[in-house]
């Protein structure tokens, strides 16, 4: 364990849930996640390693889990189905919206060249250091303890958004490149919506719905 409570494990302890994980992805080929990529990286993560040790056993159920501060690590499915729709080739350079647990970071980091994820909530963001910085040792993730987008440098490929928002903020445009793949939540009605946007030159258009979800607010 670390200084800030967070159980570093080693692989050892990572591999006993191996067998869940390809449970797991069996879910969620019937779910809709049909892209191989997507499977192997989920398949891959150790999902456990993001939530309290008490709700380890659950971690490869489809179902969100709560992670403190009233946040939430989202359903295996929902994470699949928003990085499946990014066609994400191994090149792109992703911002995630809210890194929360940290385990949407890792599976994104399995699929693209380099993710930067900015965290408003501290203790949120200490803890996801530790687990994807010392635990599992990625090297292609940035983490920022911030909700100022201004704090982000640089655009991107790819924006994930992991809360959800009355309208799209149309200050995200400028952080998407020409051809950029954004997905966020939105309301709709009394319920939530993912939808996925693209830019074309100057413009933002809206491409498809995804599917439903339950996200936490999104805090601006």
């Given at each position: 364990?670390?200084?800030?409570?967070?159980?570093?494990?080693?692989?050892?302890?990572?591999?006993?849930?191996?067998?869940?994980r390809?449970?797991?992805?069996?879910?969620l080929?019937?779910?809709?996640?049909?892209?191989?990529?997507v499977?192997?990286?989920m398949?891959?993560v150790?999902?456990?390693?993001?939530?309290?040790?008490?709700?380890?056993?659950?971690?490869?159920n489809?179902?969100?889990?709560?992670?403190?501060?009233?946040?939430?690590?989202?359903r295996?499915?929902?994470?699949?189905?928003?990085i499946?729709?990014?066609?994400?080739t191994g090149r792109?350079?992703v911002?995630?919206?809210?890194?929360?647990?940290?385990?949407?970071?890792?599976?994104?980091?399995?699929?693209?060249?380099?993710?930067?994820?900015?965290?408003?909530?501290?203790?949120?963001?200490?803890?996801a250091?530790v687990?994807?910085?010392?635990?599992?040792?990625?090297?292609?993730?940035?983490?920022y303890h911030?909700?100022?987008?201004?704090?982000?440098?640089?655009?991107?490929?790819?924006?994930?958004?992991?809360?959800?928002?009355?309208?799209?903020?149309e200050?995200l445009?400028s952080?998407?490149?020409?051809?950029g793949?954004?997905?966020i939540?939105?309301?709709?009605?009394?319920?939530?919506?993912?939808?996925?946007f693209?830019?074309?030159?100057?413009?933002?258009?809206?491409?498809?719905e995804?599917?439903e979800?339950?996200?936490?607010?999104?805090v601006?």
């Open positions: 364990m670390d200084t800030n409570g967070v159980d570093i494990l080693s692989p050892d302890t990572i591999d006993n849930f191996a067998l869940a390809e449970r797991m992805a069996q879910e080929t019937r779910n809709g996640v049909t892209s191989v990529r499977l192997n990286a398949k891959k150790p999902r456990h390693l993001f939530v309290s040790e008490a709700l380890r056993y659950s971690a490869y489809d179902v969100s889990l709560p992670i403190g501060f009233s946040q939430t690590i989202s295996p499915t929902t994470v699949g189905r928003m499946q729709s990014l066609g994400l792109e350079r911002l995630e919206v809210g890194t929360g647990s940290g385990y949407q970071a890792a599976v994104t980091a399995e699929l693209a060249d380099r993710v930067v994820s900015m965290e408003r909530i501290e203790a949120l963001h200490r803890r250091k687990t994807l910085l010392m635990t599992m040792n990625y090297r292609n993730i940035e983490l911030t909700g100022a987008f201004s704090d982000i440098k640089g655009t991107f490929d790819a924006i994930l958004v992991a809360a959800c928002a009355p309208v799209m903020p200050h445009i952080l998407l490149n020409n051809g793949r954004m997905l939540p939105v309301e709709k009605g009394n319920s939530q919506v993912i939808k996925k693209v830019r074309h030159d100057e413009e933002i258009v809206y491409e498809e995804v599917g979800a339950q996200f936490v607010p999104l601006m």
